[in-house]
């Protein structure tokens, strides 16, 4: 009783106030909150204890009272200037000065990635000078060679042997060089509005270069929307595991309809073309006819002429600029989609970062064996290499890991059991049984993927590297 009487008093001294501007001028406690000289307890085997007290150990949060400790000023001021770091921004924790600062000295299994402020769309700074994708082919003729051109424009139609095709108006032109290229070949022009002869392929050149941007942006599209099953069937023939994922993504594309993975589908086939050989037809009012020139038993396009040097190296120049600007689009949309994440669920986008992530990997692949056959020298070709893998690759890596953490792995998806997790969607289920098969086909092969050096004797077994390690989430 004593204890409970205590409790009471205190709770009157609590509730005293000293207002002036009452008539009494100060005053006193009450002798009881009800009136009757003792406090009404709802609970009297419960002891009562002071609010006061209660308040004083109450962990603060929230906003920041009074001004700041001049040295947590200097530190924002400094942190400010250069950027957090990207696992602190995202977790919105505070970082240090320290390479790599504390957070991340400390982070767990599932961050285990670089201390770096970058941001993901900054990742492709690896790119800044490398130029082994439209530097490497041979052009016989060059602008400077060029001495006038013929009054005939005429409609030629440019393919990259998948059935899809680039109209272009083109001039033949006469150059300084008596002897064509060694590609040298004619074809046959036939036409409602052309008029019959012989041209030289090799000496035509691009009529408006203005357009040619937008055209091969609309031939690129075309490739997703139309035909992109059997380019994924052709392109990467004989490779095992990568035409199966990306066709996944491509049926989850077509449910979706998600404009995203259409740009991520369309950096792809750009870059693919950029690397390809290009063929030209002539167009006819029954439609594209191919023409063959004596080295086309050496090309995998059989029965495909060779289009003219100019404008092949006019496509791949525009495709280079094309697929770059698609990559930067890539990594803004991946670093958007993780914002997404990290403000709310973090499952919310995990599909699309899946499908973005995937695509960007294969492409890196590709650019890796391209490095290796292009480059003059091996180190030169280590070293881009390893300025990929370092911080891009670990990021992007690292960054997929976290996200996935509430997720089974591929081959234990349970469409009946987890299909909740990804929001029960149709598309989504569909995907992760795919890839489940994939995994479940393809599993031996997966796990011998990672320490894969490069052999120019076998350029293919170079694949499925670096995807290999997102698929299994290795850390």
């Not at 490779?239 to 491509?250: F, G, K, Q």
């Amino acid at each position: 009783m004593e204890e409970i009487a205590f409790g009471a008093v205190a709770r009157s001294y609590e509730n005293w106030s000293y207002d002036e501007s009452s008539s009494g001028g100060k005053q006193g406690p009450p002798s009881s909150m009800d009136g009757t000289g003792e406090a009404p307890f709802p609970n009297r085997h419960k002891p009562a204890t002071n609010s006061f007290l209660r308040s004083k150990s109450k962990k603060l949060v929230g906003k920041r009272k009074g001004p700041v400790r001049p040295d947590r000023r200097k530190q924002a001021i400094e942190v400010r200037k250069r950027n957090p770091c990207i696992r602190c921004w995202f977790l919105k924790k505070t970082c240090d000065q320290a390479e790599p600062c504390g957070g991340c000295t400390n982070a767990s299994r599932n961050w285990q990635m670089p201390c770096t402020r970058l941001d993901i769309k900054d990742l492709g700074y690896f790119l800044k000078d490398w130029r082994a994708d439209f530097e490497a082919s041979d052009s016989y003729h060059s602008v400077d060679d060029i001495t006038g051109f013929y009054l005939t424009s005429h409609h030629l139609l440019v393919t990259h042997g998948y059935e899809i095709y680039l109209p272009l108006q083109v001039r033949e032109f006469n150059s300084r060089k008596e002897d064509s290229s060694p590609a040298h070949h004619y074809v046959f022009i036939t036409g409602r509005h052309q008029p019959g002869g012989d041209f030289d392929t090799a000496r035509l050149h691009v009529e408006d270069s203005k357009l040619l941007a937008g055209l091969i942006m609309e031939y690129t599209a075309k490739h997703v929307d139309d035909g992109l099953g059997f380019f994924l069937s052709k392109e990467f023939a004989g490779i095992p595991l990568i035409s199966d994922v990306l066709r996944s993504v491509y049926h989850f594309w077509q449910q979706e309809r998600n404009p995203i993975i259409r740009e991520a589908l369309k950096f792809l086939v750009a870059y693919n073309l950029t690397t390809a050989a290009c063929f030209a037809a002539i167009d006819t009012h029954r439609g594209a006819r191919y023409y063959s020139y004596p080295y086309a038993s050496e090309s995998p396009f059989e029965d495909l002429a060779s289009s003219s040097s100019l404008v092949y190296s006019s496509l791949k120049q525009t495709m280079s600029g094309m697929w770059r600007e698609l990559h930067d689009n890539v990594l803004q949309e991946l670093s958007h989609l993780y914002r997404g994440v990290y403000s709310g669920d973090k499952l919310k986008n995990w599909p699309f970062i899946f499908s973005l992530s995937l695509i960007l990997l294969v492409v890196w692949e590709e650019i890796q064996r391209d490095t290796h056959n292009r480059l003059t020298t091996k180190d030169e070709a280590e070293t881009f290499c390893n300025k990929m893998e370092s911080t891009p690759l670990k990021l992007i890596l690292g960054l997929f890991r976290p996200v996935s953490q509430k997720l089974p792995a591929f081959a234990d998806w349970d469409t009946e059991q987890h299909q909740g997790l990804l929001g029960s969607r149709e598309s989504v289920n569909r995907l992760m049984e795919e890839m489940k098969s994939h995994v479940q086909k393809h599993d031996t092969y997966l796990k011998t993927r990672r320490d894969l050096q490069f052999s120019p004797d076998d350029p293919k077994r170079f694949s499925n590297k670096l995807v290999s390690q997102l698929i299994l989430r290795e850390p």
